[in-house]
């Protein structure tokens, strides 16, 4: 398990939809950016707002990728979270 240092945050990215609103199955999906994700871990030093579990919409190039099995993580600072998905 990864614990984020100071005022960084680490975030899951949530996977694309591969069905579509009608239940058609894509087999290869268009993949876009996505830039939504879903709170893992929160360092000692961020704002007491952010809480596991939530979903927030992050800066596009902001963060270090780690992938640990078929899990996508993202390790960035507290300031380049951008919103809170309600």
């Not at 929160?42 to 902001?62: A, W």
């Amino acid at each position: 398990m990864l614990k984020p240092l100071h005022d960084y945050v680490i975030l899951k990215k949530e996977k694309a939809e591969t069905k579509t609103a009608s239940g058609i199955i894509l087999t290869n999906p268009k993949e876009e950016a996505s830039h939504q994700a879903t709170v893992v871990a929160v360092g000692p030093k961020c704002d007491e707002t952010l809480k596991e579990g939530m979903s927030v919409v992050f800066k596009e190039y902001s963060g270090t990728k780690f992938k640990d099995h078929d899990d996508e993580y993202i390790i960035l600072e507290e300031e380049n979270i951008l919103a809170i998905v309600e």
